[in-house]
């Protein structure tokens, strides 16, 4: 098991588990958003279906590219490029600061966001845009400041966490 990189917006800015098993090698993605359900295997095309979100992957020059749609989305996009060469904890130094530290390199320091994935249910908040998806399509409201944080807890399941700080520095990032 090592790390390797994906690219979603700049080079090599988003982490992946590799994992290889005889002589495959699988990516997985625990820290993106979406519904990714099983490990990508590389060098073959995988569909995945999941409350109305299409996640494509298949093999690109080097690694794997990893495609999606959704109801929110109808378009589709790229979401990332993975390179499935193992890296080093370290290798990630520069990157991870960079999303810390420099608002609109990532989503990081400019948006508030959550993901919960279940069998028949995922929700999903982008700042204070709340959607739903579920067997029957999806649902999207606008949550006012004062009711995220029991969002948060009650169906993001997020309690314990620091919610107070982040919606702080959320909003501090908007009125920036």
């Known amino acids: ?17 590799r994992v290889t098993l005889g002589r495959e090698i699988w990516l997985c993605d625990v820290g993106n958003g979406q519904p990714y359900l099983a490990p990508i295997p590389l060098g ?36 990332y490029v993975a390179l499935p060469a193992p890296r080093r904890w370290s290798d990630f130094a520069d990157v991870i600061t960079q999303h810390h530290a420099h608002p609109g390199f990532g989503p990081f320091m400019t948006g508030l966001r959550a993901v919960r994935i279940r069998p028949r249910r995922m929700d999903t908040l982008r700042d204070d845009r709340w959607t739903t998806f579920g067997p029957d399509g999806h649902t999207v409201r606008t949550v006012p400041l004062a009711e995220l944080p029991r969002l948060l807890t009650d169906v ?10 982040a919606l702080a520095a959320w909003q501090h990032a908007q009125r920036t």
Do not use: N, Y
């Open 1 to 17: 098991m090592a790390l390797c990189a994906a690219t979603i917006g700049h080079p090599d800015d988003h982490l992946l588990v």
């Open 156 to 165: 993001f399941h997020l309690d314990g966490l620091p919610i107070d700080t």
């Open 44 to 79: 073959t095309v995988q569909d995945i279906h999941h409350l109305g979100w299409h996640i494509r992957t298949e093999p690109c020059p080097g690694g794997v590219q990893l495609w999606r749609s959704s109801p929110d989305l109808p378009g589709g996009k790229v979401v």
